[in-house]
C-alpha cells in the first residue's frame, strides 16, 4: 500500500499564497494519478485537483485559475500551488493517490486576517 505524507499547510492571509506537497512511498507513484481533496469543519471531502499520471490537470471550479497542480516522479511528489486564498479555502487538504485509493494524513490550510 502506498503510503502519503502531506506538508506544507498554515496560516495565511486572505490573497496570500501557500504551496502544499505530498510525497509517496513505493514504485506506484508514477503509473498513477493524484489528487488533492479537501474537507472543512461540517461538510464533506471534496475534490480541488487532479492530475493524470501524464500530466493532465483537471481543477474544481472554485479554484479554477488559482490553484495549481503538479508532480515530480523522480521525487514521488504532487504538488499544489494555491495563490490569491480566501477564507472559503479554509480546510484540511488531504492528497490521494487514484489507483489504489491511499490517502494521506491531511495538512490544515487556515486563511484569515
Known amino acids: 500500500q502506498v503510503q502519503l505524507v502531506e506538508s506544507g499547510g498554515g496560516l495565511v492571509q486572505p490573497g496570500g499564497s501557500l504551496r502544499l506537497s505530498c510525497v509517496a512511498s513505493g514504485s506506484i507513484f508514477s503509473s498513477s494519478g493524484m489528487g488533492w481533496y479537501r474537507q472543512a469543519p461540517g461538510y464533506q471531502r471534496d475534490w480541488v485537483a487532479f492530475i493524470s499520471r501524464g500530466g493532465t490537470a483537471n481543477y474544481a471550479d472554485s479554484v479554477k485559475g488559482r490553484f495549481t497542480i503538479s508532480r515530480d516522479n523522480a521525487k514521488n511528489t504532487v504538488y499544489l500551488q494555491m495563490n490569491n486564498l480566501k477564507p472559503e479555502d479554509t480546510a484540511v487538504y488531504y492528497c490521494?493517490?487514484?489507483?489504489?485509493?491511499?490517502w494521506g494524513q491531511g495538512t490544515q490550510v487556515t486563511v484569515s486576517a
Open positions: 490521494k493517490e487514484l489507483a489504489g485509493g491511499s
